[in-house]
């Protein structure tokens, strides 16, 4: 699963990376404790709309968007379940009544640093949690292929609170692969820089064969540019936000410290 990454790169920065539009009015900070229900940054792209609405359908906009991470479906009554909707499985979204209409039509990318994730194991002292943080060795941003979902409340006392309605993104997940799976059997479903173009098309539907073959764990060499380490426990606490976060602790101060072909690697492709 997904459930803390770091997000740290300017708005600016990111545009010229995804070849998007900011239109994220330079809302938020830099955060390297991404959490659920924070408000997160995402790249979209959509039909601009005419003055009557209707969308011009030879055109499209890339744009940088800031929404609330933890997915809430349109026909949710309120929005309290999106806190526990923050990953879908990229294996059944298609089939979610809560994904697939966002899967259809409403794909997006959320641009990261990297992402941390607990390898779980039992020691002489009990039960321990050792996170793990996951970047590419090279600098260059994660793509984590997400979903967003427009909701508009239809209670009056909602409406009063969400006026504009809400809108939100869940991340996907897919089976980890090589060493990464020794952290966890799931990891988020990033994308190829090659293969943004077609997450991303507002036109393609998620049965189109560009889209379906992206449903899939990332190749072998995608997770072979990225850098495992091993950092502190104090990102268990999403009020400690800072760069010291991503340092990568000792090996002697990690018990039965992984023996991984990636871990503190840093190597690039050649």
Not at 35 to 52: G, L, N, W
Not at 84 to 96: G, P
Not at 171 to 178: D, F, I, S, Y
Request: aromatic share 6%; glycine share 6%.
């Amino acid at each position: 699963m997904c459930g803390r990454y770091s997000s740290t790169k300017a708005p600016a920065d990111l545009a010229d990376e995804f070849r998007a539009v900011d239109a994220t009015e330079d809302e938020g900070t830099p955060d390297f404790n991404v959490a659920p229900t924070k408000q997160v940054t995402t790249v979209v792209e959509r039909h601009p709309r005419d003055d009557d609405g209707a969308p011009i359908r030879d055109e499209t906009q890339r744009t940088l968007r800031r929404v609330r991470w933890g997915l809430v479906p349109s026909w949710s009554k309120d929005p309290s379940g999106g806190a526990r909707m923050i990953n879908a499985r990229s294996e059944t979204a298609a089939d979610k009544p809560a994904f697939r209409r966002a899967l259809a039509s409403r794909r997006c990318i959320l641009p990261a640093d990297g992402w941390y994730e607990w390898q779980r194991r039992d020691t002489d002292t009990g039960k321990t949690k050792q996170p793990y943080f996951t970047t590419y060795g090279d600098g260059s941003s994660v793509a984590m292929a997400g979903l967003w979902e427009y909701w508009k409340p239809k209670d009056e006392k909602l409406l009063a609170e969400y006026p504009d309605g809400l809108v939100t993104v869940a991340v996907l997940t897919t089976e980890a692969v090589g060493p990464l799976a020794d952290i966890h059997d799931r990891m988020p479903l990033v994308l190829d820089p090659a293969d943004w173009d077609a997450w991303l098309n507002p036109d393609a539907d998620a049965a189109d064969a560009s889209v379906a073959r992206l449903l899939a764990p990332p190749s072998a060499a995608l997770v072979d540019r990225m850098e495992l380490r091993p950092v502190s426990n104090r990102v268990n606490n999403v009020r400690n936000n800072g760069p010291e976060l991503l340092e990568p602790v000792r090996p002697e101060d990690v018990e039965e410290a992984l023996q991984l072909d990636l871990l503190n690697s840093g190597r690039n492709p050649q």
